[in-house]
């Protein structure tokens, strides 16, 4: 939600703020902002409505000369997309300008007070009361950048990734951060500032991952200093990144989104490369050996997430309940946090995040904390806040994912969740050696049975083609295939925005049958599993509507074929690996059929990739 960037060397800021943009832009893309000290002294803030390109071509025959400047891409929350509602706003004497990703919960009443003082206000942002307090304070109190933006911190309420710089003083930035991620670069005679470490990358691989409420002052030619909000100063902690720049680029594919669903064999092998060993014999995670009694005490795990993680979690539900006999509950990350829960210090409760930085998931992690759960994370984003804030956990290792909607996350979520599953199970004996081993050595073969999958690409290509001006889809799945059922419902309706409903098959004739006619497809999940014989009756009762069907079966079906109006075959695997495999057709599926809708699949209107406010 919202990306920010901040430079200051002696290179020319503008180009690296408008690539540092492009790479935040799966942030948010209604609107756009840079603002540049020139050498002579001006500030220049150029905005505008829509995406980075937008202002670019805006930008075109505008002053950007500079060494020091900022920028955003805004997911607008107060106030409309528009050019007067982007970042950067500036103080009323166009001597300070800030960035801003967060929300500020109090700036209503900040806003009175202020106008009370005869401030004057340009746009509906929460943002702009903020940058006026900060130039309130510096001029009544005659202060510093610094001091005006601690005293005017200390007054907010909410969540803030923020960086403001002054026209009178070129050769700093002030940035600091509450709930919202800020990394800082470090370079020679430079420094980057940004939201994640994405565009930060291709210039240095030292970054300093900013704490909440702590203050980053970054002056020219000085070191990075940490300061809190009383100006006591941090210890700084410069991590290497292990990030490269061919992650963050196309690759020759049309599309982010296209790209990562292409790359999860390699992107499976890497998530189980090291803990899954001895040809499948052994799973070793570090996250569960280390907290060994938490796991084998657990009276009950509780599962938090929002979107495609929660319908990780589901998946994470059965597999833990199946392997290692532990009562599992699923709980939508924002749910659980005002559901005045009950948890105690024999509850281990798993946070899963593809950003690590959604906030609610994070504000659930802080009750469970609280109420004294031990907290266990899974994450891809490496520094991100969720890490920092959980007890231990596991990193999905799936490098980034840029595409808005979350495909190799997902199948790096599941296969995370499937060997944390397993190492438990060996812990409290619930699985014999010899089960482990039998899964372990199909997990390796996991990525190879991707690609044959993959080469379903052609003919779901063409299947799309049909099915591309249907208004309604119905995704249905037993078992392990519910939530994949309801993970491929979200990814065409995100992507494609036709409206997808994902039920458990059984549902169906509780109330959804009602929908099925000949204009309606039926997406049906039905592996070669123990519900199989079950899920024939749903085929049959939508094809006895006039439904049409199409259907994902296992490799050699022969009763759905003959029944379905389309299947897609997907290698044999057992039950509970099933998901990592059905899921892949149906990602192809939403693509394809969002692509001939015209639809910009990386970029689906009002969705952003990291979800930083309530
Ligand atoms: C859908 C999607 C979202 C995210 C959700 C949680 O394709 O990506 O539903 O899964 O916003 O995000 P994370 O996993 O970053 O907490």
């Not at 991707?450 to 049909?466: A, E, G, M, P, R």
């Not at 939508?542 to 074929?561: F, L, N, P």
Request: charged share 20%.
């Amino acid at each position: 939600m919202c990306g920010i960037v901040g430079y200051i060397g002696n290179n020319n800021a503008y180009d690296i703020l408008i690539k540092g943009l492009h790479r935040l832009e799966y942030r948010g893309y209604d609107s756009a902002g840079v603002a540049i000290v020139s050498p002579e002294g001006q500030l220049n803030v150029y905005k505008s409505m829509g995406k980075v390109s937008n202002l670019e071509a805006y930008c075109k025959d505008k002053n950007k000369e500079g060494v020091i400047g900022i920028a955003h891409t805004r997911w607008a929350t107060h106030g409309e997309p528009s050019d007067c509602n982007a970042h950067p706003h500036f103080s009323e004497d166009g001597n300070i300008a800030l960035v801003h990703n967060g929300t500020i919960e109090n700036y209503k009443v900040l806003k009175e007070a202020l106008l009370q003082h005869g401030c004057r206000f340009h746009s509906d942002t929460d943002t702009e009361v903020l940058v006026q307090l900060i130039e309130y304070i510096r001029l009544t109190n005659n202060c510093s950048l610094l001091d005006a933006v601690r005293e005017a911190l200390k007054e907010v309420v909410g969540a803030y990734a923020i960086a403001v710089i002054e026209k009178n003083n070129p050769d700093q930035i002030i940035a600091a951060r509450k709930s919202s991620p800020l990394v800082v670069g470090i370079g020679e005679d430079e420094m980057f500032l940004a939201s994640d470490a994405t565009p930060i990358v291709e210039y240095t691989d030292n970054v300093v991952y900013v704490k909440d409420e702590e203050i980053a002052v970054i002056r020219r030619g000085e070191p990075l200093k940490l300061v809190n909000l009383e100006n006591q100063e941090a210890e700084i902690d410069v991590k290497k990144l292990k990030v490269s720049i061919s992650e963050l680029e196309k690759g020759g594919y049309d599309h982010f989104m296209l790209k990562e669903i292409f790359e999860q064999p390699r992107t499976l092998t890497d998530c189980i490369r090291g803990r899954v060993v001895e040809d499948g014999r052994r799973v070793l995670i570090n996250g569960v050996s280390d907290n060994k009694e938490k796991f084998i005490n657990a009276h009950r795990i509780i599962i938090v997430a929002c979107g495609t993680s929660w319908h990780a979690a589901l998946l994470g539900k059965y597999l833990i309940q199946d392997m290692c006999r532990i009562p599992v509950e699923v709980e939508y990350a924002s749910e659980f946090r005002y559901s005045n829960p009950v948890l105690t210090s024999n509850d281990v409760v798993i946070a899963i995040s593809q950003s690590g930085e959604t906030a609610d998931t994070l504000a659930a992690i802080q009750i469970a904390k609280k109420m004294g759960a031990f907290v266990y994370g899974i994450s891809n984003v490496v520094g991100s806040s969720i890490p920092r804030e959980t007890h231990s956990g596991t990193y999905i290792h799936v490098g980034p994912e840029i595409g808005v909607a979350s495909t190799k996350a997902f199948t790096g979520q599941v296969m995370v969740l499937t060997m944390v599953a397993l190492a438990i199970a060996e812990l409290k004996g619930t699985m014999t050696q010899e089960q482990i081993a039998e899964l372990g050595k199909v997990i390796t073969k996991i990525p190879d049975l991707v690609s044959q999958t993959l080469k379903l690409n052609d003919k779901i290509k063409h299947l799309s083609l049909i099915y591309t001006y249907a208004r309604n889809f119905l995704y249905l799945g037993r078992g392990y295939s519910y939530p994949v059922a309801l993970e491929g419902a979200l990814k065409l309706k995100e992507i494609s925005y036709i409206h997808a409903e994902g039920y458990p098959a059984a549902e169906m004739k509780h109330g959804p049958i009602a929908l099925i006619d000949a204009e309606m497809p039926t997406v049906i999940i039905a592996p070669n599993d123990h519900l199989y014989e079950k899920i024939v009756n749903n085929v049959q009762q939508v094809k006895a509507r006039h439904g049409s069907v199409i259907a994902i079966v296992t490799e050699g079906d022969t009763e759905i074929r003959n029944m379905a109006d389309h299947v897609l075959e997907v290698p044999e695997v057992p039950e509970c690996l099933t998901p990592i495999i059905t899921s892949i057709p149906l990602q192809l599926l939403s693509y394809y059929i969002a692509i001939n809708k015209g639809k910009n699949v990386d970029m689906p209107r009002n969705l952003a990739k990291s979800v930083t406010v309530e």
